[in-house]
């Protein structure tokens, strides 16, 4: 999934996606169907790529976790996030089929499904725990 097609996705769920600058964060989403992002602080196209897939995750699934409580696990929700976002840039399927075809490397990877090294990365680590536990995704 490319970034046009994640805003086209947002649209079509009815998720606003506004830019301006903030603080601290690069990027952060509302349960109410809200995401804000600071572009300023996204260095390339694959940066906002990879927050935007991810703050879709959050609204998707919705995991949001309360900041106030110290019974909410916080890193629950981010794995949620983080499952969707690459559940949806680098298909399971799709990634078996490039590994297939040759491409062996995590940089080849990244390069192919057009994302940072350190998602690629990720959704390798996520993929092999799954496979591991015999999980069926």
């Avoid at 998720?15 to 952060?28: A, K, L, N, Q």
């Avoid at 890193?75 to 976002?85: G, P, S």
Wanted: aromatic letters at 12%; a negative charge; proline letters at 3%.
């Amino acid at each position: 999934m490319n970034l046009l097609e994640l805003y086209n996705l947002a649209e079509e769920s009815g998720i606003d996606v506004d830019y301006f600058p903030m603080r601290e964060i690069v990027s952060v989403s509302f349960p109410e169907g809200w995401i804000a992002m600071d572009v300023d602080k996204l260095s390339s196209s694959l940066e906002e790529k990879i927050h935007l897939a991810h703050e879709l995750g959050h609204i998707q699934t919705g995991s949001f976790y309360n900041i106030y409580s110290p019974l909410d696990c916080r890193a629950k929700h981010e794995n949620r996030a983080n499952k969707w976002a690459i559940k949806k840039l680098i298909p399971k399927d799709e990634l078996d089929d490039a590994v297939r075809s040759g491409f062996l490397e995590v940089w080849e990877l990244a390069e192919y499904f057009d994302v940072t090294y350190s998602f690629m990365e990720q959704a390798m680590r996520y993929y092999q725990q799954q496979d591991l536990a015999g999980v069926a995704i």
